[in-house]
């Protein structure tokens, strides 16, 4: 049976235990023991939707495990421009390759896409709902930084309504428990409820508020983002909040050492270049530890066991 990375409510707690692991001997791994790894093998990356990080850092996974890749990062030259359906170009680049990556402005897309083929399906981000291998990447993330992912106070800032990557990773971070949350949104960016609810049960606690400055006193790590103009239906909306929370150098000025920032990236304005060189700027060895994340992806879901 062929394996998928859909949604984080798909996966157990020992599973993502698994990547993290698998992860860590990828990481230690030699490179030229790596590249031989997946020689032969290909990669359709299909993204519907902008992208720098993840599509790239798939790309830079699959080739240095010594695999190949193919694919678009725009449909005008495709024959989605045509009409062609989704299912239709799955069915088509099922028989050019062995696993698929997608991204999509629309929620239930990389489900769908895995339901119209038997080779695996990874979700890349399938509109405001789900970017399970941004939450591998950030559980590794955190874990590097603090050498472990529970008993820790996060707090999650800005587009909490819109961001998949938020959605995913308190999904997963619910399944370690043992975690208190600070929501830190506009009130009309608040996080959805089906995913405050979910939270019952799970050992973790969480407060809501408008104000910045106590998480960055009183947290381990921020999670920030951006606010997601491309999903707003309004954009009378997006100009009220769009400058909601920046951090800057000054604002940390006092902040506990121990307070990290991760950001999944692309940042707009929401953290200002000159935070960069502080302690406390996690966000670009966060981008490194995703080609890392996600060759263990890549391994795991082809069957490549170490
Ligand atoms: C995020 C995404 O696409 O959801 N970026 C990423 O994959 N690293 C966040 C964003 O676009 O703001």
Do not use: W
Not at 207 to 218: M, Y
Not at 239 to 259: Q, S, W
């Amino acid at each position: 049976m062929k394996r998928d990375l859909i949604s984080l409510n798909d996966l157990s707690l020992e599973t993502i235990q698994g990547y993290l692991e698998l992860a860590a001997r990828v990481e230690s791994m030699p490179a030229e023991e790596r590249r031989r790894l997946l020689a032969g093998r290909i990669l359709a990356v299909l993204f519907y939707e902008p992208s720098t990080r993840t599509r790239l850092s798939f790309e830079s996974a699959m080739f240095r495990l010594g695999g190949n890749v193919l694919g678009f990062s725009e449909t005008g030259s495709t024959s989605v421009a045509k009409g062609e359906s989704l299912a239709d170009t799955i069915r088509t680049v099922e028989q050019y390759a062995d696993i698929i990556v997608i991204r999509h402005p629309k929620e239930g897309t990389a489900r769908l896409s895995a339901a119209s083929c038997s080779i695996p399906v990874i979700n890349a981000g399938d509109g405001t709902n789900q970017h399970p291998s941004q939450t591998l990447l950030d559980l590794y993330t955190i874990r590097k930084l603090f050498g472990r992912i529970q008993g820790l106070r996060i707090a999650f800032v800005g587009d909490l309504k819109y961001s998949r990557t938020v959605h995913s990773l308190l999904q997963a971070l619910g399944k370690f428990g043992n975690a208190t949350f600070r929501f830190v949104s506009p009130e009309s960016l608040r996080m959805p409820s089906y995913l405050r609810d979910g939270l019952a049960g799970s050992g973790c606690t969480f407060t809501e508020t408008v104000d910045l400055g106590s998480a960055l006193a009183e947290c381990d790590l921020v999670y920030m983002t951006r606010i997601q103009k491309e999903r707003f239906p309004d954009i009378l909306e997006y100009e009220k909040v769009k400058n909601a929370y920046c951090i800057d150098a000054r604002l940390l000025r006092g902040v506990p050492e121990r307070l990290r920032i991760m950001h999944p990236l692309p940042r707009v304005n929401e953290i200002a270049p000159d935070v960069d060189p502080t302690v406390h700027a996690a966000y670009f060895p966060q981008v490194g530890y995703g080609v890392t994340m996600r060759q263990a992806i890549l391994l795991d879901l082809l069957g490549v066991k170490q």
